[in-house]
């Protein structure tokens, strides 16, 4: 990405090759003198973090927008579920491992999570699935709408960049920097494959564009991102979308929201925003009914 200039000044990539044009001095050898946004020990300091905050917000969107992604359907789930294949493979090495130590009850119990994961497996068809369809409504390469956003890493979001690189279509992945580092799924887009260190400048670029969220269960980080996007609809910080969940007996085993409101903790309406889908086409359906799209679902 090369800076541009539309005055006489020079760009900032032309002073910084200019600056390594210097006689060699203890000055010139000295931190202080270099240039500041060429400094990483000064850029990395303590109280600087707002001027990183600006930048991880500002490199995305200016790339997004470069890229012509006027909107986006957020994505969300668990990168512990796998299609169905590798699904099937976890349980058997799970059974061979019970079988041979009957006793143990640990390798009994992966035994009983592995089955559980091979019936979730249907998650990561129905993210793909979506993502299929979902994409086949840009019909620019200059500017699209409803583009996937996803996590870019596995599992459900791997699933969803699949989805759209099987029709074509371009991606979106947020990774993020993490003690257990993983790498952004095969699926992204390259120039749309973003690194964060802040979690809620990931989570807002999560939302920045969204004209759906689609949550598919999942753990600690998918209910994180689900609050977060229920408290800004719910305090009207954003306007209401489609906020989609996969798998209603999942949901209302995992969150009470009737308790919750018989409670008082939240309002009755509250659990409006929400509405449980089972099938991408279901999903579809909703999103394409908001926004006042074709109801009929295109085949990849």
Not at 187 to 205: D, G, I, N, Q, W
């Amino acid at each position: 990405m090369t800076p541009k200039t539309d005055g006489p000044f020079p760009t900032a990539r032309e002073d910084a090759e200019l600056a390594q044009r210097i006689d060699d001095h203890p000055l010139t050898r000295h931190p202080a003198y270099r240039l500041a946004y060429q400094d990483e020990d000064f850029i990395l300091r303590d109280d600087l973090r707002g001027l990183r905050l600006m930048l991880e917000h500002q490199k995305p969107e200016m790339l997004l927008k470069e890229q012509g992604i006027r909107s986006t359907v957020a994505v969300f789930g668990s990168a512990r579920i796998h299609d169905k294949a590798e699904a099937e493979h976890k349980l058997a090495e799970a059974e061979a491992a019970a079988r041979a130590h009957p006793e143990d009850p640990e390798l009994a119990r992966k035994v009983g999570v592995a089955r559980r994961m091979l019936a979730n497996s249907r998650y990561y068809e129905e993210a793909r699935r979506l993502a299929q369809i979902v994409s086949t409504t840009c019909a620019s390469e200059d500017e699209c709408d409803f583009v996937i956003l996803t996590g870019g890493g596995p599992g459900v979001m791997e699933a969803a960049n699949r989805g759209a690189s099987d029709v074509g279509a371009k991606s979106i992945g947020l990774n993020i920097v993490l003690p257990m580092e993983q790498a952004p799924n095969d699926y992204v887009t390259p120039e749309l494959s973003f690194r964060f260190h802040y979690f809620a400048l990931r989570k807002m670029h999560f939302l920045q564009r969204a004209k759906a969220l689609v949550v598919f269960p999942g753990g600690y980080g998918t209910l994180d991102e689900m609050f977060e996007a229920a408290t800004l609809v719910q305090t009207r910080k954003i306007e209401p979308i489609p906020f989609l969940l996969f798998g209603k007996e999942y949901w209302e085993r995992v969150i009470n929201f009737e308790t919750m409101a018989s409670e008082g903790m939240i309002s009755p309406q509250d659990k409006d925003m929400f509405r449980f889908v089972e099938t991408a086409e279901e999903a579809w359906h909703h999103i394409a009914e908001f926004w006042k799209l074709p109801n009929g679902v295109t085949k990849p």
